[in-house]
């Protein structure tokens, strides 16, 4: 089975513009996860997407927003980017319903740099 | 709240010795899971190991081993006879049954395995 993927793996954009991450589960799996992981707050929950629907969230800003789509796929989308948004952004699926007791396995990550 | 403390930011070792990485975690739900993720320095985080709060029987894979504790809410790692492949950032992170699909991960261990 293919694992997660996450495209594009590097990105590099400027303050004040938005940018839009993809991520592919594993074939079978509903439940969708994101994550940001940065040197000085560490990795942190963004949100869940189940069956198109967000399911859980974090404590991020509502510049940060998220879709699902009907094949599972997930996009997130950071509108008027910050200096510190720079970081990786994993994405994680489980199977099936996800939740409690599912192991989220993760994608590559996306290395976003704000200039 | 829930939290995982790991206490060693940086550990380095000499190939064949036995490295043991700390974790500890706090949670007031009596249903939980704890996991242990590997990420080498492309950024995927690797799945290693899940756990729940009813089997407190520790497990041994191949060179690795896990001791679960819950009288000191501890879920330590081992690597028996470390190779320098082993060279990564450990990171030990919580599920709780309140928090839906949500993990809590720690700060993480730089383990470097030199030769």
């Known amino acids: 089975k293919a694992g997660v993927t996450q495209t594009p793996r590097y990105l590099i954009k400027t303050r004040g513009q938005q940018v839009t991450l993809s991520c592919s589960p594993i074939?079978?799996?509903?439940?969708v996860s994101w994550y940001q992981q940065t040197p000085g707050q560490g990795l942190q929950f963004l949100f869940e997407?189940?069956?198109?629907?967000?399911?859980n969230k974090g404590n991020f800003p509502g510049r940060f927003s998220g879709r699902q789509f009907s094949n599972s796929r997930s996009e997130m989308n950071v509108s008027t980017l910050e200096l510190g948004d720079s970081a990786l952004y994993l994405c994680a699926s489980s199977s099936p319903a996800g939740g409690l007791q599912e192991t989220q396995y993760f994608g590559p990550g996306t290395r976003l740099l704000v200039l | 709240a829930q939290k995982v403390t790991q206490a060693q930011t940086e550990i380095s070792v000499v190939e064949k010795e036995d490295v043991t990485l700390d974790c500890v975690y706090e949670?007031?739900?009596?249903?939980?899971?704890l996991f242990w993720y590997k990420q080498p320095p492309s950024g995927e985080l690797v799945f290693l190991i899940r756990?729940?709060?009813?089997?407190?029987q520790n497990e041994i894979s191949g060179r690795y081993s896990w001791n679960f504790q819950k009288s000191t809410s501890s879920f330590n790692f081992t690597i028996t006879a470390s190779q320098v492949v082993d060279s990564a950032v450990y990171f030990c992170?919580?599920?709780?049954?309140?928090?839906?699909?949500?993990?809590?991960f720690g700060e993480g261990t730089q383990l470097t395995v030199n030769p």
């Open positions: 949670t007031r739900d009596t249903t939980y899971y």
């Open positions: 997407y189940f069956s198109e629907t967000q399911r």
């Open positions: 992170a919580l599920n709780q049954r309140t928090s839906g699909s949500r993990l809590t």
């Open positions: 756990r729940n709060s009813f089997d407190e």
């Open positions: 074939s079978g799996h509903r439940s």
